[in-house]
């Protein structure tokens, strides 16, 4: 899954200006009030996670320079994502190309604060429905069939370039979980103390 994550990153950049990113909604921001122990201890963890995650981002760059067949059918595994987003009757490229213009409404600083609110509500419903496609999509049989042999083709690409990726995942994988662990941990903790 680590791999598929880093390879949908890249491939879906224009979802992402839509949809807020996977791995932020994995890694919530450490809003709680955290002795200064802990939120070092949280940061730590967090530059940790961002060294094995970029150096494995390295490795699979590598990898796809090396094997540019892995890119096609990185791009066929996007279309049928795509795809399988507008089986329902959704046109996603019609609905993604609202969403942009509704960001350069908002960002263009020319809209009063009724017309800012009005179009921040459509585009957090707009975003919705394409994260709901887009999670159902990733989930059918087909997409996920598709990207089990995209990730074992990447990982098999990788673990050419550094034989140690699949350890490197591993052990991403299991910081992200302590790091899950402990962010729970640290807002419990400060609900209690409330």
Do not use: C
Not at 14 to 29: K, L, N, S
Not at 59 to 69: D, G, H
Not at 72 to 82: F, I, N, P
Not at 147 to 155: S, T, Y
């Amino acid at each position: 899954m680590i791999i598929r994550k880093l390879a949908v990153a890249a491939a879906l950049a224009a979802f992402a200006a839509v949809a807020p990113a996977q791995e932020a909604a994995e890694q919530p921001e450490i809003t709680v009030n955290a002795s200064p122990e802990m939120f070092a201890e949280l940061k730590a963890m967090q530059d940790e996670m961002q060294t094995l995650n970029s150096r494995l981002t390295t490795i699979q760059t590598q990898a796809f320079e090396q094997n540019p067949e892995i890119v096609a059918e990185q791009q066929a595994w996007q279309a049928l994502v795509m795809q399988t987003m507008g089986s329902g009757g959704l046109e996603v490229e019609t609905a993604m190309q609202r969403v942009q213009e509704m960001q350069a409404k908002l960002q263009s600083g020319e809209l009063d604060e009724e017309q800012q609110q009005a179009t921040l509500l459509a585009l957090q419903q707009e975003s919705q429905v394409l994260q709901e496609a887009h999670q159902a999509a990733i989930q059918s049989e087909p997409v996920l069939a598709a990207g089990a042999k995209l990730e074992e083709r990447i990982l098999a690409a990788m673990k050419a370039i550094d034989p140690a990726s699949e350890q490197l995942i591993a052990e991403l994988r299991e910081k992200e979980a302590t790091y899950q662990a402990a962010v729970m941990a640290a807002m419990q903790n400060a609900q209690q103390g409330q």
